[in-house]
């Protein structure tokens, strides 16, 4: 019996409510895919922001920190991350607009009924992955465990993903330039344009924020998936001062961040503006400082032009 | 024949679902106008965020720092070479103000419907003005500073396909909602500006396109991405992308319209 024979034999022995059934069915199974909404794939980051890229260690322009986020972050002492017991400490889910490395979602369809369980955002060498729940269940309690992935939700507004993290652990979330607390949520909105698929993420901290830091981040589907595979992390001795004294801890104490003014030393930045704060992230910031700024000369290493003469000596410009 | 008979509804209704909507409507009534058929409200005031590449966009920077500019040899040469003196002489003192730059110039923007086919843009700063004009209709007009724009809605989906609705496990899970909708807007016909205050150039063959995606939150703030690409093969090596971020405001009591300057 051929497939056509099949088919007739299935069609004949319907009833009328499983015919209309299999209509319906066949309606929305053929509806052309315009594929919006499917976010399978891999995503490389394609906008050129300055999100997660900042040469100086002290770089706070534009992020809403409350006196305690300005402060956490002035504390922090990269060589902290050689400490044995954070090796392994993942950035949170801020990290997949702030990192540089391509978003890989992948679907988890439930094993019953096929449908969209969850999204997958693979993890990298040091971003844990993100499962998006889908269907419906909801956050733990407060006071359940937390993780550096977080907990996180979703659902279809139209064709916008939205998504909620919460539970996550403490977190660097501009290239160790600030961090967010366990009490922080994060919340996403994903709208894809053709191949082009944009990011905003809101995150709220009580802790650290005065107000909501707010990001975006646009991704290109590639066909490429060379990717940063989480790998299990084990831990070494990096600097052998932190095992010599298992009692220090890498910091800076209040005010003796030795980097603090490197931002006004190379672009003339007032130091008020890049320690940050939620008035440095609107416009009428600027009026504050018109009459503190002048532009530099262009002393760094994405200067068009030749480098400036030295003011004197073998290369000065001639009196 | 009697299977014939019951296969044939089936594949009358595929054969229907791959001719075009537009060809299914017959002598329906048309759509709306777009002011009335928007699917989302873009109207009234809202504020720029500044959070990303705040170095460029606050303040002016070094002339010849375009770190994040993907230029090509020329324009970077354009770039090396700007000088806003000559600017201002030549009554120039706009070119940071151009349709590919304005949405990233910390500001305000006032959005209303001028009428019921083009949606109207004000910003403060720089005391410009976009039109977002709907429909195919085509004018011959002089290069400007803000192009010509065209725009269209992208109506969300009715249904989310089959294969990617969520898997409900809850009784009162909110079901699929074909809410939203985004703007998409496509500019041309513009004159050659600056994508950034130090003269970092952009030319007047640019193509900008846009998408305008709303997102209205549980308590009540309402936010505005703009995902921005640029084209422009004069001087960029490569499509500029950037999704500058707005905060919707519940008046106009912060606007303040400042004229363009070529060096602030």
New interface residues.
């Given amino acids: 019996m051929g497939s056509d024979a099949v088919?007739?034999e299935m069609?004949?022995n319907m009833t009328s409510r499983f015919?209309f059934a299999?209509?319906i069915?066949?309606?929305?199974?053929?509806?052309?895919?315009?594929a919006?909404?499917?976010l399978t794939g891999t995503w490389q980051r394609?906008?050129?922001?300055?999100?997660g890229?900042a040469n100086e260690p002290v770089d706070l322009?534009?992020?809403?920190f409350n006196a305690d986020g300005r402060t956490k972050a002035l504390s922090y002492d990269i060589a902290s991350l050689s400490a044995t017991e954070r090796q392994c400490q993942t950035y949170p889910p801020i990290y997949a607009i702030v990192g540089p490395f391509p978003l890989q979602f992948v679907?988890e369809?439930?094993p019953v009924?096929?449908?969209?369980?969850a999204w997958k955002i693979l993890g990298w060498g040091d971003r844990a992955e993100t499962m998006i729940w889908?269907?419906?269940?909801p956050h733990p309690p407060s006071v359940a465990p937390h993780s550096h992935g977080g907990f996180t939700t979703g659902?279809?507004?139209?064709?916008?993903l939205t998504t909620v993290t919460t539970h996550a652990k403490l977190g660097d979330i501009k290239r160790h330039r600030g961090f967010s607390s366990d009490r922080a949520t994060l919340?996403m909105?994903f709208?894809r344009?053709g191949d082009?698929l944009?990011a905003?993420g809101?995150l709220e901290d009580p802790v650290y924020l005065a107000e909501?830091?707010?990001?975006?981040?646009?991704y290109?589907l590639t066909a490429n998936t060379n990717n940063f595979p989480l790998t299990a992390c084990e831990p070494i001795e990096e600097l052998p001062r932190l095992h010599e004294n298992p009692a220090f801890v890498p910091h800076y104490r209040p005010g003796k961040h030795p980097a603090m003014n490197e931002m006004t030393e190379h672009?003339n930045?007032p130091l008020e503006?890049v320690l940050g704060g939620p008035e440095?992230?609107?416009?009428?910031?600027?009026k504050k400082?018109?009459d503190k700024?002048v532009?530099?000369?262009?002393?760094?290493p994405?200067?068009?032009?030749p480098p400036a003469p030295p003011a004197a000596g073998r290369g000065a410009t001639p009196q | 024949m009697r299977r014939a008979l019951l296969i044939a509804p089936v594949l009358a209704v595929l054969v229907l679902l791959d001719v075009p909507v537009e060809a299914q409507r017959g002598n329906q009534p048309s759509p709306p106008a777009p002011r009335a058929g928007a699917p989302i409200d873009l109207t009234g005031y809202w504020v720029s965020i500044v959070t990303a590449d705040w170095r460029w966009r606050m303040v002016t920077p070094a002339k010849g720092d375009y770190q994040g500019v993907q230029l090509n040899a020329e324009g970077r040469k354009v770039a090396n070479a700007w000088d806003p003196a000559k600017d201002e002489a030549a009554g120039e003192q706009c070119k940071s103000y151009g349709a590919p730059a304005l949405m990233m110039v910390p500001g305000r923007i006032h959005i209303t419907w001028q009428d019921d086919t083009t949606l109207k843009v004000d910003t403060d700063a720089g005391i410009q003005t976009r039109l977002l004009r709907f429909g195919t209709q085509t004018a011959d007009e002089p290069r400007s500073w803000q192009g010509v724009s065209r725009a269209q809605w992208l109506n969300p989906r009715p249904n989310v396909p089959l294969q990617l609705r969520p898997a409900n496990r809850t009784a009162d899970a909110p079901s699929v909602r074909p809410t939203g909708g985004s703007l998409q807007v496509v500019t041309r016909n513009l004159r050659a500006g600056y994508l950034r205050k130090n003269g970092v150039p952009y030319s007047e063959n640019a193509v900008l396109t846009e998408h305008w995606d709303l997102y209205k939150r549980p308590n009540g703030e309402e936010w505005l991405t703009i995902t921005t690409q640029i084209e422009d093969p004069q001087f960029l090596s490569n499509v500029r992308l950037v999704a500058p971020v707005f905060k919707k405001e519940p008046n106009g009591s912060k606007w303040d319209p400042t004229p363009c300057s070529a060096r602030w």
Avoid at chain 1, 134 to 137: A, E, F, N
């Fill in positions: 088919f007739g069609v004949k015919r299999v209509l069915v066949a309606l929305f199974a053929a509806a052309p895919t315009s919006q909404v499917d394609a906008a050129q922001n300055d999100n890229a322009l534009g992020m809403p679907m369809p439930d009924t096929q449908k969209l369980l889908m269907d419906g269940r659902t279809w507004e139209g064709d916008t919340t909105r709208n344009h082009l944009t905003t809101v909501p830091y707010v990001l975006t981040e646009v290109r672009y930045i503006a440095t992230m609107y416009p009428e910031y600027r400082l018109k700024y532009p530099p000369l262009c002393r760094g994405n200067c068009g032009g």
